[in-house]
């Protein structure tokens, strides 16, 4: 889940100087995008699973200028209602593999039943093309050595900002969204809706427990000192969504990231049933597994090496590659 | 993921009454399944993020009896070589919305550009039935002693059979799609592209080792015993796939299932950017933390806490319920 397609419209710390937001350069609205004029400079990104493809093309010869374009294209969802038509009038199957009860088809079917959905950005800027341009992403293995070395010093150097969270536990913002609190200085937390969740429907339930107690950056940190801290964030905030969304605690995952987005512990809660970004092997640990851990012995997130993803852009990547870690 | 939209296209223990593909027999491979004839009965599942939908379908006519099918139809991702064919020579574009610099269309492709990739499992039971229909999820705390008393005796009364898995480490079927063989009995093992895996793009890259040894059930069954397949698995599977494929070590993600979906040790190795159904953190192990533990203490999945969801129709979880633990 590395690099999902989908909005990501989570915090993150922001860096002391924010550089980001560009300009507000508009373009000239087009009735008719010239497709067959289209020349496609690269592939920006893709995905297999969603069966999506993001382009870089410039439109050239009678109707273009040589402008950038950024074209989407996402094959359809099947629809229910004409699958059995797509069956049984038009196909052509050709056998791929066979073994036992399993066998594998190309079918391939009219256009009109099969439509592809092309979105269009035209003309593009540099920064439309930048916002589309896939990252590769490489697997770390940080051991405790590789985070004392490499990686605190790189967050220590970056003096990110984490005011957004400080006022939420100090309630100067978002005090009404809050569905509950332990006070509890050390061992004690607030649990809020993720902003991914616009809490209408249950489906994509996603909380955020963030603790009280400053300091503890990130799973790293933790020691048997804070089980008490980590069993009332796994047992109250299971209790409090239950109590507020009447979703059992069996339905829920509960777990920390690693690399977390923001380095002030923090645990996620998102409905089981919901295929969450960040939810993957190399990114989560369960609650219960790093209560279990700590508990079996209080070194264990110091001493233990934490495999997980970083993009290409990251300058976290960087420090490794210069340490000759990747 | 427990829950995951996404296809599960993967093969699964067959139980032994299960007619179709117990003991030794095979099922006469069909060259043509008669997909014409096929009635569908109702959509099992469906998937608008994947593009796809499982569908139970009956088989009448000339060349059916009646018999139940499962037919999986996704659609395939995009292909980087051949789009800008796609966008120039065959186009039929239907303008849809236009506003400022956006604009979506309806884009009508070739057959041939534009395949359905079709699975079916026929003559299918009702427990394939079952398997592919959507269901709520439960989490389970599967302690040492739940895996004793409750899992494995589950597991033994099954008697599954992976007559299919046999039959690729004997090269009775699929022996041509082998990418890399370790042939040891004890350490070795076979590497094969996923049926999920369609090998026309890297990007979702999928294979899967499948030890030769016998009678290592699960994650479960794994001590120290067994680093030596496991290392030989990580290190040789790794340099398979780059030497054939071209994608390195740090580019995958290389994991055990608990719950797996048949009961032979295997690893799976999927592209990192890939967002593979099953990797989420409730079912994934990545085979580097399992030698990491078992490094560390040998009866480490003999002794720890597992987690993993259960649909609600799986029998496993009537077990856990009837023993009061979920």
């Known amino acids: 889940m590395a690099e999902s397609p989908a909005p990501k419209r989570k915090r993150e710390e922001n860096e002391g100087e924010n550089g980001a937001a560009g300009s507000h350069e508009e373009a000239p609205a087009s009735d008719t995008f010239p497709l067959a004029e289209l020349s496609v400079r690269r592939v920006l990104r893709e995905s297999a699973r969603d069966k999506t493809i993001f382009l870089h093309g410039q439109v050239k010869g009678a109707s273009?200028?040589?402008?950038?374009?950024?074209?989407?294209?996402?094959?359809?969802?099947?629809?229910?209602?004409?699958?059995?038509?797509?069956?049984?009038k038009y196909?052509?199957?050709?056998?791929?593999?066979?073994?036992?009860?399993?066998s594998t088809y190309r079918l391939f079917l009219p256009p009109e039943l099969n439509e592809i959905k092309t979105t269009v950005v035209y003309p593009a800027t540099e920064?439309?093309?930048?916002?589309?341009?896939?990252?590769?992403?490489y697997l770390i293995?940080?051991?405790?050595?590789?985070?004392?070395?490499?990686?605190?010093?790189?967050?220590?150097?970056?003096?990110?900002?984490?005011?957004w969270v400080y006022n939420i536990l100090e309630k100067?913002?978002?005090?009404?969204?809050?569905?509950?609190?332990?006070?509890?200085?050390?061992?004690?937390?607030v649990l809020i809706p993720d902003l991914k969740w616009n809490q209408k429907q249950l489906d994509d339930l996603y909380l955020i427990a963030i603790c009280h107690c400053r300091g503890i950056k990130s799973l790293r940190d933790l020691t048997a000192e804070h089980l008490p801290l980590l069993r009332n964030i796994l047992k109250e905030g299971k209790e409090a969504i239950v109590k507020r969304f009447g979703i059992a605690g069996a339905q829920l995952r509960i777990y920390l990231h690693y690399q977390p987005s923001y380095y002030h512990l923090h645990v996620h809660f998102t409905a089981l049933s919901y295929d969450a970004p960040g939810c993957s092997v190399e990114r989560a640990h369960l609650l219960s597994d790093v209560i279990e851990n700590l508990e079996l012995n209080s070194q264990y997130y110091q001493k233990r090496t934490l495999t997980f993803a970083l993009r290409a852009d990251e300058p976290l990547l960087k420090k490794f590659q210069e340490s000759e870690r990747v």
């Not at 920064?127 to 992403?137: D, F, G, P, W």
Request: charged share 25%.
């Open 64 to 88: 273009g200028d040589g402008s950038d374009a950024v074209v989407i294209l996402e094959k359809t969802p099947f629809q229910e209602e004409n699958v059995a038509e797509l069956l049984t």
């Open 91 to 102: 196909t052509k199957l050709q056998l791929q593999m066979s073994n036992d009860i399993y």
């Open 127 to 137: 920064k439309h093309l930048q916002k589309y341009l896939h990252q590769e992403v």
């Open 141 to 163: 293995q940080e051991t405790g050595e590789d985070y004392k070395n490499i990686t605190l010093p790189f967050i220590e150097s970056k003096s990110f900002s984490i005011q």
């Open 172 to 189: 100067k913002a978002e005090a009404d969204r809050i569905i509950y609190e332990n006070p509890d200085p050390a061992n004690g937390f």
